[in-house]
């Protein structure tokens, strides 16, 4: 049984040995391939909430920790929770994570996120205070598009930053978004692959944009500095912006405008290669 607010104990004491291991294996490989291609915040994030212990982190333990950084705490929850609950957690700097962890045969694919993608792959950039401030203030975000009938348009900025986001640093590209750093194979692709576009973050654009739930990204936003996606969605008031975009046409997944930063034109070769391609949507 949950409580009004979704959330359940974590019960770190009941999980077996076998998946303190897999926590283990899935941590080693990332921690392997990800300096030098995730944003220093992340890196920095795993330090200070010292997550390179071995084994599932305790969330009575990683709260304390960020708690003292950013305000923050992780609470558990048994799966996809409503999207007003979610937002209301968010907007009170509680980040929401599923508690159970893959099992072996699921190590490069999940269909609902485990504690592997919630926690390594969300928590650490928790503990940045910037990024921590843009998470709150995108729940408070939620809050009022659900109020408006906009949490579809809303969804792509969580989506194409906080899940899939891409980090300019000088002339090369840095990953930041969780479901990129938590996975394997999608840390090589979303920087070195040609298949995908790679363009600048322009908020209106980006919520016209649809995106993919069932294979990797064909278009990647990239983003200035946490700073400036902070300043940029902060102080917006998102009503006027949803009211232009209603009724306009969505964009296919791998469009590019005239007006587009292009950092990468990618040649799709990868999406093209998917049984699951189309011109269209997977949204
Ligand atoms: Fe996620």
Redesign the pocket.
């Known amino acids: 049984m949950h409580k009004g607010d979704w959330t359940v104990p974590q019960e770190w004491h009941l999980y077996r040995a076998d998946e303190h291991a897999m926590w283990d294996r899935l941590f080693e490989r990332q921690a392997r391939l990800l300096p030098g291609r995730v944003a220093p915040a992340f890196l920095e994030g795993l330090d200070i909430l010292r997550l390179s212990k071995p084994g599932i982190p305790d969330f009575a333990e990683l709260n304390a920790r960020l708690m003292d950084a950013t305000g923050w705490q992780v609470v558990a929850v048994p799966g996809l929770v409503p999207d007003a609950v979610f937002f209301d957690h968010l907007a009170n700097r509680r980040f929401v994570a599923g508690r159970f962890i893959r099992r072996p045969d699921q190590i490069d694919y999940l269909e609902e996120?485990d504690i592997f993608?919630?926690v390594f792959?969300?928590v650490p950039l928790l503990a940045n205070p910037v990024f921590a401030d843009y998470m709150a203030a995108y729940g408070r975000g939620g809050q009022r598009a659900v109020k408006l009938g906009a949490i579809e348009r809303l969804a792509r900025l969580y989506w194409y930053t906080?899940?899939f986001g891409l980090l300019r640093s000088g002339d090369s590209l840095q990953i930041y978004g969780?479901?990129i750093v938590s996975s394997f194979s999608e840390s090589v692709f979303a920087l070195d692959d040609p298949s995908p576009n790679r363009i600048g973050f322009d908020l209106k654009r980006l919520m016209q944009t649809r995106y993919r739930i069932d294979d990797f990204q064909q278009t990647y936003f990239v983003i200035d500095s946490f700073e400036d996606l902070l300043a940029q969605t902060i102080g917006t008031d998102f009503a006027p912006l949803y009211q232009e975009l209603a009724g306009s046409t969505d964009l296919d997944v791998a469009t590019i405008l005239p007006g587009d930063t292009v950092f990468h034109l990618g040649t799709q070769a990868y999406a093209r290669s998917r049984p699951t391609h189309s011109s269209g949507s997977s949204e």
């Open positions: 996120p993608h919630d792959g969300h906080v899940e969780a479901g």
